[in-house]
């Protein structure tokens, strides 16, 4: 209480402070623009139906945006080669140009080229009429998309198929989905403008360019694509960002593809528009983004096979706000306040040195410092003294323990029918021995997944017992490496992200060649490269070849597949193997990753902060994947040393670590620490007595209460596996169960105190020191001495406030 | 539902235990044998423990060696004082218990080379070791997540070798670790699993320095128990993990190089024994002293020939020649060795990689090529994870042979030989397994003026025909009764009977058999397996021991003999036999008898047992033929087992059984009516062989509420019906299981068979036609006259109608009827 008082004071004297400055500051923003963004920044056209709109932004000195596309005058050049309609160009002649588009004093020229100016190709079924059944949702799974169709029609979902699509659309029911007679009687057409009754009602008008484009296509005899069709190879969605001010201002977005033949095209009208936080931003289908309430939003468009998202940022209108000049401890603190103050957010205060302490114990090594490092910690006057502590902290063999834990999560080493005991046991000594000796991750990685052996003999062979379906071993693998859930690409391209099936399928090839034999021992498995084994795609069942996610196809003949991918994925050719290492190492120490979840990497799930994600990603691999390094740099930040108490500015700040968030502790350090503080052991099958419940091997191996407050089954790769939730259980269990009360009996610590001659407001200040890292408050003291004065029994009394403190959330949070 | 199965599992435990029990109180068992082992050379007492041992009158061992001085049987244990000899060979070997009712399982026990300690803890603590001398067997036990630790003095220079027995020694899945520390508990050397002793390890090191020495050894996932037995063999003795080559030709004298001794290569002229011998391995014998296991070594009928390195290519093969043994070394990573050997059109040949049965580290890949590096055939694991394949020469020219590891592995002492054998005919005789993982009833014990009986199995390999068992070397007083066993079985009834007067004794006997046809000289012996270790994954057998004689014994008589009562008449195809067993009891026996017939022949079915109850002399067991059943005049016999102090087991002589072709056969016809009318069964008879007097045929299977009486008829009935009656409320449905079954007297007996099948149709009467006024309906709409008409009471009544034909006309008079319909209507509405 008292602490959160004095923060709230602290704030508000800083506000006034500032005042001045911050209203100049917002003034500003009415004032002439400091830039105009001209997007996009080129016009191609090519062939009579292309076109092209511009939009324009300007940009404020506050860094404000504001869309002022009708506002801006635009020059041509030349009106013989290109023509305009609002902000809308379409070809004329073939030629090059230029456009001045002018704003508030600020110029710039738009170059434009058209090519084919009068050809008028036919329309084609895969990039005319198969983006209209996207964007028009006939192909999504609640519609015909479904597996088994809708109303007797079935497409391929989001159009994986395109030749399954045009054969269903042209040769089921022949006639009636197409007739080429009377191309207006098709049902396609029909179906889709509500013409006839249709489930999913009508689509789209009959004057509509959508309707317009199906209906040329079917009176021009419903024709296939003759030969290949150029392939979008990329997407671009403008503007790049944007901050609005206040709710109720517009912006419009514009999107443009890129085809394999040089080609570009303004796929606005076509692309499917969302929004990641409609509570901030919200988007129609024709593309103009709302802002709502303060906050920031990923706007998406997808469009063909890709997803592209642009970051807007929603303000309060004419919010008034003062930087606080938090000072960057290190580079992780640098991005974080650039963003911060794009956000208008002041970081909270730093942590008190006892906070500090706790903290960084508990999320360094899983146990409570001890009453003498809280003594020796509190008395050292050094101002580098957080940051020796981390430093010492991370030579501690509890802190390999922690990581061995979380491995083991990742790597599910648990026993199973499959794996015996002892492979188990060997996996984990295998895992162990490699965190222990600080092998870098990329190399750790690299043998893993390349491994080849017996799972006695070579225990990272288990890994490869633990899955034997390839396809399963592929999504395990993406999921748990590179951060990403490809399993929806199994089915289908994925949705939200830019994953196709052959990408999926050509992945999964990485892993088609794993030979699994009996060892002479039953329980040993031994792993080989059987040197052949394809995956098939299921559309057409042709043989993929292996190719990276994202990246080449390289060459693996005569190679073991798994050891050419394993040397690319744990490399820094692969993107994103260290920004995912980087991430769940982050994600450990403040309670969420900057994605988040830490195994949802996708387009449709940015970064909070991509500045920071590539940083860190950049640091990690510059420091050869030697995570000890990554650990120490996060810890020392001011990021991580940011207090739980909230300012003004930040206090509806849930995920861009403005301040501490508080975090329960895991099962397995939850129970160590409770064993720790009473004085208490635990037996775990096999492990000695006295053991944490960080050091169990086995996935398998579990109490009640590590079952209750939610330990890994290890049965998945998922990160949602360790569970954090809260549930009745975990409070029955902490307040009636057996661990606390009878490890308070059994620790008989309160006796022994008593008898090395303590007085009682001294244990009381011990146990404070044990379980919450701080001397109890003089009113929390003087509550207590009122409770020892009534009772006669100190001891009963004393165990009592032990019960409580252990019971406390300020001992079940890591805060 | 999980609890339902849960209850029957329940239950079947607990009827596995009532039917346990009196076998298990009875027939002598033997489960282990302890200490573990003994050291060569002295006289040890020996405790074999196991249930109803308290007669025990010898120990059987399977080698020589061993001589007992004293046997105090007591109860379900036996003290039995065993002197070693000097010359004995160390390592494995097998004994059981022959008692005055009975022999027991066998077991295994071991020959150690050096004096034994026993483990004392607490020994837990690398700080507080058990101190131990070098030249010591430690017999120990590791709890769970025990780890025991031992100390000894070594000079520099000295070699300190460890190896431990675990899993070998059957006790338990317990899967030993083993290491050598030094003061500072650096691991000098440490083995989890090695090749040579698969689970178990060894562990060898020449001293760096004088000093203090520790042996670790734990389970090595931390587990243990109770049974977690180990025999720690720690000394100065050479422990090669391989020889090489790893084989060689019987009677011959080969040098010998033992691999992978720290202290390094030892080499050795050894003399072969003429006769394949069990279990042969070469012992590394130095001034160190004798390792207390060997090296496995192949004794072939071929010598050797070794590879030439280089020899990675086809081109560079080693040149070899046929029939031989190529012995090589996988010696290095990636290494590949080839032979070349030519060979003529049409030989055949086994083609055997041994190398991990010689235990050596290496997991081979066998390929043949022609000599232009065309692949003719490959193999990785068919045996285990060793290679075989069977080789027909498809030309006269030059083929190569490829070795290479699974892996591409390799070390020095990855040893490895090829052998080529001509295909040659196998045969191995065995008594089937009555217990699942036991050997109970898998030896020939046979009381005083009694019979005993078993099935022999025969597998036959590259051969086929008529076996004759010898039975020869039985001991005194016991004769065998069997038949040759055809070339189509593998499996027959074998009697034993002792005489009256037959002296208590038993023996372990080659047990063989030979090819009836004796210019074939095909002869082969009997063998056994027994599971001592199972565990996960699935049932996994992880220690099994084989033998090749078999245990025979004269045992104390019992009060009851068992008889079949030959039946007179065969047993048809199809048909059934009450098969009657008598059981002749001595005065004052009451026992209730549980009788089986193991024996079936194809084709014949019988209940898995029928008793006799103690106030019963005789039983009849229900037999039943198969329409494909064998036709012959086979050989059975019954044996019976009733709790003489524990379960005692007699069987009957062998008996006739002859199952035969039917005498008739009935081609019966399908039938129908409707509920409260009359349907005849029509058969029709066909004849096969004639029969004395009269037959009665009855009709079974039909449904409650119809009725029929038997038929009597003679050779000479060509067809006749069944009147079925059925009532109003008989229920409607097909009863497809109605059938004649048949019975024939002969010789006073009865022949029982079932003729032919059929199926019966009761329909509900149809509703009328629709729009037919009903009440006028005297003349019936629906067609009963066909099935009706015929009485009992003519003499031949006319051939029934068949289904279809009823259908038909059942159709047609339908059709009539509607049309008659139509115009009454027409003219109806006419006159409107």
Same mark, same amino acid.
């Given at each position: ?33 400091a ?36 506002q ?13 309609e ?61 597996k ?83 392939k ?56 103009t ?7 920031e ?19 309060p ?45 508990l ?57 015996s ?5 060997r996996y ?101 490269n ?18 990276f ?138 492990l ?86 701080r ?41 | ?21 009196p ?15 003994i ?23 399977y ?41 027991s ?118 587990g ?21 080559p790893?084989g ?15 202290a390094?290569?030892? *080499?050795?002229?050894? *003399? ?16 160190g ?62 083609v ?14 066998m ?19 060793d290679?075989y ?34 295909v ?41 025909g ?64 027994a ?113 003489v ?78 009147i ?43 509703p ?65």
């Amino acid at each position: 209480m008292r602490l959160k008082i004095s923060a709230i004071h602290a704030s508000c004297l800083a506000l006034t402070v500032l005042a001045a400055a911050s209203t100049a500051f917002a003034q500003d923003s009415a004032a002439k623009p400091a830039s105009i963004r001209v997007n996009p920044a080129d016009i191609h056209l090519t062939t009579v139906r292309d076109r092209q709109a511009i939009i324009v932004q300007a940009v404020y000195p506050d860094g404000i945006t504001r869309d002022v596309t009708e506002q801006v005058t635009f020059t041509l050049a030349n009106s013989a080669i290109v023509k305009q309609e609002k902000n809308v160009f379409f070809p004329v002649a073939d030629g090059t140009t230029e456009i001045n588009v002018e704003y508030a004093g600020h110029t710039i020229a738009l170059p434009v080229v058209v090519k084919q100016a009068t050809a008028d190709p036919a329309i084609s079924f895969q990039q005319d009429v198969m983006p209209v059944l996207l964007k028009a949702g006939c192909n999504t799974g609640s519609c015909h998309g479904a597996k088994l169709g809708k109303d007797g029609f079935r497409l391929s979902l989001f159009g994986y198929d395109p030749q399954g699509d045009y054969h269903n659309l042209t040769r089921e029911i022949s006639g009636r989905r197409i007739n080429l007679a009377l191309p207006a009687e098709s049902l396609m057409i029909t179906k889709s403008t509500g013409v006839v009754p249709h489930t999913g009602g009508g689509r789209f008008k009959a004057d509509s360019e959508y309707n317009a484009t199906l209906m040329r296509w079917v009176e021009s005899g419903a024709l296939n694509d003759p030969g290949a069709v150029p392939k979008v190879v990329s997407l671009e969605i403008y503007p790049k960002g944007a901050v609005l001010n206040g709710q109720g201002t517009t912006q419009r977005i514009n999107v443009r593809a890129k085809y394999s033949d040089g080609t570009d095209r303004d796929v606005t009208s076509l692309a499917k528009f969302s929004s990641s936080n409609e509570n901030s931003a919200t988007i129609t289908q024709e593309g103009t983004v709302t802002a709502e309430k303060r906050g920031e939003a990923f706007v998406m468009a997808r469009f063909d096979t890709h997803t592209v998202g642009t970051h807007f940022i929603v303000l309060p209108k004419d919010l008034k706000f003062a930087w606080n000049d938090a000072p960057a401890f290190n580079y992780i603190d640098e991005s974080m306040h650039k963003k911060f103050k794009k956000l208008r957010i002041n970081p909270s205060d730093i942590c008190s040195d006892d906070q500090f302490l706790r903290r960084a114990t508990l999320d360094i090594t899983g146990v409570l410092p001890t009453a003498e490092e809280f003594q020796a910690f509190m008395s050292d006057s050094d101002p580098k003294k957080r940051d020796k502590l981390v430093d010492e902290l991370l030579t501690r063999k509890e802190f390999v323990e922690i990581w061995v834990m979380k491995w083991a999560e990742l790597l599910q080493i648990r026993t199973t029918r499959q794996v015996s005991y002892k492979a188990m046991l060997r996996y984990y000594n295998w895992l162990q021995a490699r965190i222990a000796s600080n092998v870098p991750m990329d190399q750790m990685v690299q043998e893993l997944l390349g491994s080849n052996g017996g799972t006695f003999a070579n225990a990272a062979t288990n890994y490869y017992q633990n899955e034997t379906n390839t396809q399963k071993v592929a999504e395990n693998v993406a999921q748990v490496f590179l951060g990403m859930r490809i399993q929806c690409t199994q089915c289908h391209n994925h949705p939200f992200d830019r994953w196709t099936m052959d990408d999926y399928y050509s992945f999964a090839a990485f892993f088609s060649q794993i030979g699994r034999k009996r060892g002479e021992d039953p329980r040993e498995m031994i792993i080989f490269n059987s040197g052949g084994g394809e995956v098939r795609h299921p559309v057409g069942n042709r043989v993929m070849q292996p190719k990276f996610l994202g990246g080449e196809t390289p060459d693996v003949k005569g190679k073991d597949r798994r050891v050419v991918m394993a040397k690319w994925l744990a490399s820094s050719d692969n993107p994103y193997f260290a920004r995912n290492l980087a991430n769940i190492v982050w994600a450990h120490f403040l309670g969420q990753g900057i994605v988040n979840e830490v195994d949802d990497v996708r387009v449709s799930n940015p970064a909070v902060n991509p500045e920071l994600m590539d940083a860190l990603a950049g640091h990690f691999t510059e420091y050869k994947y030697d995570f000890k390094k990554l650990v120490r740099d996060i810890c020392t930040s001011r990021t991580y040393q940011l207090s739980t108490q909230t300012n003004e500015t930040n206090a509806s700040d849930t995920v861009n670590f403005s301040h501490g968030s508080l975090r329960r502790l895991r099962a397995e350090v939850l129970l160590d620490t409770i064993s720790q503080v009473t004085d208490t052991k635990n037996k775990f099958s096999g492990l000695p007595m006295g053991a944490r419940a960080v050091q169990i091997a086995n996935g398998n191996t579990s109490t009640y209460f590590l079952t209750a407050f939610g330990r890994a089954k290890r049965e998945s790769v998922c990160a949602c596996e360790v569970k954090m939730e809260p549930n009745l259980s975990q409070a029955l269990h902490l307040l009636n169960g057996d661990t606390i009360q009878s490890k308070i009996a059994s620790g008989k610590l309160v006796e022994r105190l008593l008898a090395e001659g303590k007085t009682a407001p001294q244990v009381i200040e011990a146990l404070y020191i044990r379980c919450l890292t701080r001397k109890p408050t003089a009113k929390e003291l003087a509550s207590l001495a009122a409770v020892l004065a009534e009772q006669k029994n100190d001891k009963q009394v004393l165990e009592d406030v032990f019960w409580a403190l252990l019971n406390s959330r300020e001992y079940v949070f890591n805060h | 539902m999980a609890r339902r199965i849960v209850v029957g599992r329940a239950l079947l435990a607990a009827a596995a235990i009532l039917m346990a029990v009196p076998a298990w109180a009875s027939s002598p068992r033997l489960s282990i044998i302890l200490p573990r082992g003994i050291q060569r050379g002295t006289e040890q007492v020996v405790t074999f423990s196991g249930s109803s041992l308290g007669d025990a009158q010898e120990i059987l061992f399977y080698s020589p060696g061993f001589e007992v001085t004293k046997l105090e049987p007591n109860g379900n244990t036996v003290k039995v004082t065993i002197k070693v000899a000097t010359d004995c060979r160390p390592g494995e070997h097998v004994a059981q218990v022959r008692c005055a009712s009975g022999i027991s399982d066998y077991r295994t026990f071991f020959v150690d080379p050096f004096p034994a300690v026993a483990e004392k803890e607490p020994n837990s603590n690398f700080d507080a070791p058990q101190p131990i001398t070098l030249g010591v067997t430690v017999g120990g036990v590791v709890q769970n997540e025990d780890v025991d630790y031992y100390v000894l003095d070594a000079k520099k220079g000295q070699r300190i070798s460890a190896e431990v027995f675990g899993m070998r020694l059957g006790n338990t899945l317990f899967d030993p670790y083993v290491a050598i520390l030094d003061s500072k508990r650096f691991e000098l050397s440490s083995a989890d699993d090695t090749p040579l002793v698969l689970q178990d390890s060894v562990a060898s090191v020449v001293a760096p320095a004088d000093g203090k020495y520790y042996i670790e050894v734990r389970e090595s996932a931390y587990g243990g128990n109770g049974s977690s037995r180990y025999r720690l063999h720690v000394g100065t003795f050479p422990r090669p993990t391989a020889v090489y080559p790893a084989g060689g030709k019987l009677g011959e004298e080969v040098e010998v190089r033992f691999l992978g001794d720290p202290a390094g290569e030892l *080499k050795q002229k050894v *003399k072969l024994p003429a006769t394949t011998t069990p279990d042969f391995g070469l012992f590394a014998t130095d001034a160190g002293g004798i390792p207390p296991s060997p090296n496995p070594f192949r004794l072939f009928e071929y010598g050797n020939a070794f590879e030439v390195e280089p020899n990675e290519a086809v081109a560079t093969a080693t040149p070899v020649q046929l029939p031989l043994a190529f012995n090589g070394i996988i010696e290095k990573k990636g290494d590949v060795d080839c032979f070349k050997f030519s060979a003529k059109k049409g030989q055949v040949f086994e083609v055997e990689c041994y190398a991990r049965r010689v235990r050596s580290a290496l997991d081979p890949v066998m390929n043949l090529y022609y000599a232009n590096g065309k692949s003719i055939a490959g193999n990785d694991d068919s045996r285990g994870p060793d290679s075989y394949f069977r080789f027909s020469v498809p030309a006269d020219g030059e083929y190569v042979v490829r070795v290479t590891d699974h892996l591409g592995r390799g070390g020095s002492d990855f040893v490895y030989r090829i052998e080529f054998q001509a295909v040659k005919p196998r045969l191995t005789l065995g008594i089937p397994r009555v217990e699942r993982y036991g050997q109970y009833r898998q030896t020939i014990y046979v009381a005083r003026g009694n019979k005993f009986a078993t099935l022999i199995t025969a597998s036959r390999a590259n051969f086929g025909g008529e076996l004759v068992l010898e039975g020869k070397d039985l001991p005194a007083g016991i004769t065998m009764h069997a038949e040759n066993m055809p070339s189509n079985l593998n499996s027959m009834p074998v009697v034993f009977e002792a005489a009256a007067d037959a002296p208590l004794s038993g023996k372990l006997i080659d047990f063989t058999a030979r090819h009836a046809d004796p210019k074939q000289n095909i002869v082969g012996g009997f063998a056994n397996s027994a599971d001592f270790i199972r565990g996960a994954p699935g049932q996994s057998i992880y220690k099994r021991k084989a033998v090749n004689r078999l245990a025979i014994a004269v045992v104390e008589e019992l009060p009851f003999t068992l008889e079949i009562i030959e039946p007179k008449v065969p047993i048809v195809r199809n048909g059934s036999m009450q098969l009657k067993i008598v059981v002749h009891r001595k005065e004052g026996f009451k026992g209730a008898i549980n009788v089986q017939l193991p024996f079936r022949p194809p084709g014949l079915g019988a209940a898995s047992s029928v008793n006799i109850p103690a106030d019963k002399n005789e039983v009849l067991y229900p037999l039943s033929a198969n329409g494909g059943a064998q036709i012959k005049k086979w050989r059975i016999y019954a044996i019976g087992s009733s709790n003489v102090k524990g379960a005692a087991w007699v069987s009957s002589q062998l008996a006739t059984l002859e199952i035969a072709a039917p005498y008739v056969t009935f081609a019966v016809q399908r039938a129908s009516c409707e509920q409260g009318e009359e349907a005849q069964i029509y058969c029709k008879l066909n004849h096969a062989a004639a029969f004395d007097g009269m037959a009665t045929v009855k009709l079974l299977g039909l449904p409650p509420k119809v009725a029929t009486t038997d038929i009597q008829f003679n050779k000479d009935t060509k067809e006749l019906t069944f009147i079925l009656k059925t009532e109003k409320d008989t229920k409607p449905g097909k009863y497809n299981n109605v059938f004649c079954q048949l019975i024939i007297t002969q010789n006073g007996e009865s022949i029982v068979s079932r003729a032919g099948g059929t199926q019966l149709q009761i329909d509900k009467p149809l509703p009328p036609p629709p729009g037919q006024p009903v009440v006028k309906a005297t003349p019936k709409p629906m067609p009963k006259v066909a099935a009706g008409q015929p009485k009992p009471a003519p003499p031949k009544p006319p051939k029934p109608l068949t289904r279809l034909q009823k259908l038909r006309l059942a159709a047609k008079q339908r059709a009539e009827a509607k049309a008659t319909a139509r115009e009454t209507q027409e003219t109806g509405g006419g006159s409107k």
